[in-house]
């Protein structure tokens, strides 16, 4: 079984840049692709980008180039950045797991929330 | 607005069945075999239901069941228990090679 945790700031300022990380552990970095979601107070949920253990990114068109996924196997961690952040962005931000050759999200983060406010 | 319409809530008696649909379109749900359903309790991570339309994830009810009919996905559950008691989601992968969701449902059980 997968276990994921998120971490970082939990107040951004608007237009600022939103940093999480998320790390893995009971489970080899190479086996999934590695995803942000997120979910608005009270909203439903959203998928933000997922990367590979080599690298290869897929983002979520709407967000407008402003999310950058990364990963360091080395730590079994994989990070997202959110740029030039507003209000509608404050969210609970979960890391999960994409299976290769799959289209579910299996294994969860408790997530995090984030918000921005000056 | 949510890409996926579901019902916002639904209620069923303990023991009864419920259904919870989930409305796309020919680019999303009705695509690929690719619709997942997951079951979120207040204040906590969704959790896999039903993966692949059909599918149950190791550890998942049997009372629980999916399935899918043109653009639209449904999840039954029989055999309603106040642990049901939570919000639903659906997710659909879309030729576009992203994923969609509906707005949740909110199941009550009376």
């Known amino acids: 079984q997968v276990q994921l945790q998120e971490s970082g700031p939990g107040l951004v300022k608007p237009s600022e840049t939103l940093s999480l990380t998320c790390t893995v552990s009971?489970?080899?970095?190479?086996?999934?692709?590695w995803s942000w979601l997120r979910q608005p107070p009270g909203k439903g949920l959203d998928w933000i980008g997922y990367?590979?253990?080599?690298?290869?990114?897929n983002y979520n068109p709407s967000l407008k180039s402003r999310a950058t996924v990364s990963i360091d196997p080395s730590k079994n961690q994989f990070s997202l950045k959110l740029t030039s952040v507003t209000a509608a962005d404050t969210a609970v931000y979960y890391c999960?797991?994409?299976?290769?050759?799959?289209?579910?999200?299996?294994?969860w983060g408790q997530g995090t929330l984030a918000t921005v406010s000056s | 607005q949510s890409a996926l319409t579901q019902p916002a809530s639904v209620s069923g008696s303990p023991g009864h069945s419920i259904t919870i649909s989930c409305s796309g379109t020919?680019?999303?749900?009705?695509?690929?075999?690719?619709v997942s359903w997951y079951q979120q309790h207040p204040g906590k991570a969704p959790r896999l239901m039903i993966y692949?339309?059909?599918k149950r994830p190791s550890g998942v009810s049997n009372r629980f069941s999916g399935s899918k009919s043109g653009n639209t996905a449904s999840l039954t559950i029989s055999g309603l228990q106040a642990e049901d008691e939570a919000d639903y989601h659906c997710?659909?992968?879309?030729?576009?090679?992203?994923?969609?969701f509906g707005g949740g449902t909110k199941l009550t059980v009376l």
């Open positions: 009971s489970g080899s970095i190479k086996s999934y692709y």
């Open positions: 990367i590979s253990h080599t690298g290869n990114t």
């Open positions: 997710i659909s992968y879309t030729t576009s090679s992203t994923w969609v």
């Open positions: 020919s680019s999303d749900v009705g695509a690929y075999n690719y």
């Open positions: 692949d339309v059909t």
């Open positions: 999960a797991t994409l299976k290769y050759g799959g289209a579910d999200f299996e294994y």
